[in-house]
């Protein structure tokens, strides 16, 4: 857990000051925000060496995690307790901490999020890069981001979620293969079935049936990154059917059939998937008319399901 002023009897001097208040204002705020993911365009294996290794191109969409720090300027400790349930992010503070040789002044943290856990959204992974953006603020650190990807790889299998570009990525010893630019939007329409997915118990059965299917994985990704090269979104969107269905044979999505039977009569473009997740949905090179979103609303409405709708990516749609 997160060392406290009141767990040292000599603090250690901090190297770098805080951002104190502007008199009058109240307590001074910090805040670190990141975004999720609607699971991914593509998921499946990069080989190096012989070896496969799980690789991902995230789909980022307009939902965040937020951590806030509030300082005390009149209190003596660190209330840690908005850590209890975010374990990840408790352990990313604590070699964020050790790294810089500082120690958490007194205050309160605080999360809000936009992103279920379980479903393939990257809720774990914003919830670190939050935390960690926090406390850049909070310290007045120039951000890194070679100290965000290495204390995220002491702690999860990552998606990209702190880049502000498409990338092929390596979630595991958290690299980027290849960057796919920015260029690229899209609008998205879509749910999140029940239950949960454990994304890192997952692994074994995903590298084994990469390995099963090498040769197609192979093809989706090359034609992937052939359209980010032209920024074709209509051929993002079709690699991005392709590799969600591929994922059916590993962690299958039960509206995965329907949604594919009736892509050409509601006019989307794709579909995807969270790949380790629950997460399903269309996407459009357009944003849809209003009579297109009462029509998605009804098509998932019927599946048992509320839809929900939001831009994806940086491009314009």
């Known amino acids: 857990m997160p060392r406290t002023s009141a767990d040292l009897r000599e603090p250690r001097t901090r190297r770098h000051p805080l951002r104190g208040a502007t008199p009058g204002t109240g307590p001074a705020v910090h805040s670190g925000v990141s975004r999720g993911t609607l699971g991914e365009l593509f998921q499946g294996p990069h080989w190096e060496a012989g070896i496969p290794h799980i690789s991902i191109v995230s789909l980022p969409v307009d939902k965040f995690s937020w951590c806030h720090f509030t300082v005390d300027p009149d209190g003596t400790e ?3 307790s908005a850590l209890d349930t975010r374990h990840k992010a408790a352990r990313a503070m604590s070699l964020f901490l050790d790294r810089y040789g500082l120690t958490m002044p007194p205050g309160r943290m605080t999360f809000h999020s936009e992103l279920p856990m379980g479903k393939g959204m990257a809720s774990s992974t914003a919830d670190i890069v939050a935390t960690l953006r926090c406390l850049f603020r909070l310290f007045a650190l120039p951000y890194d981001q070679n100290a965000v990807t290495g204390i995220l790889g002491r702690i999860e299998r990552a998606d990209s979620v702190f880049l502000d570009e498409f990338a092929l990525y390596l979630s595991a010893t958290q690299r980027v293969v290849r960057p796919l630019g920015a260029q690229v939007g899209l609008y998205a329409c879509y749910i999140a079935e029940e239950g949960t997915v454990d994304t890192e118990a997952a692994g074994p059965t995903l590298l084994a049936h990469y390995s099963r ?9 090359d034609d992937l990154v052939a359209a980010f090269a032209r920024s074709d979104a209509t051929a993002v969107a079709a690699a991005a059917t392709r590799s969600a269905t591929l994922s059916q044979g590993v962690i ?10 009736h892509r050409a009569e509601l006019r989307a473009d794709g579909l995807f998937v969270a790949h380790t997740g629950t997460v399903i949905g269309y996407l459009f090179r357009r944003r849809p008319d209003q009579q297109a979103h009462a029509e998605l609303s009804e098509f998932f409405l019927g599946l048992g399901h509320q839809c929900q709708f939001s831009q994806v990516g940086w491009g314009h749609v």
């Not at 299917?213 to 990704?221: G, N, S």
């Not at 299958?252 to 039977?261: E, V």
């Open 78 to 80: 660190f209330d840690a």
């Open 213 to 221: 299917l090498r040769e197609a994985y192979r093809d989706c990704v």
């Open 252 to 261: 299958p999505k039960r509206a995965f059939d329907m949604l594919r039977d």
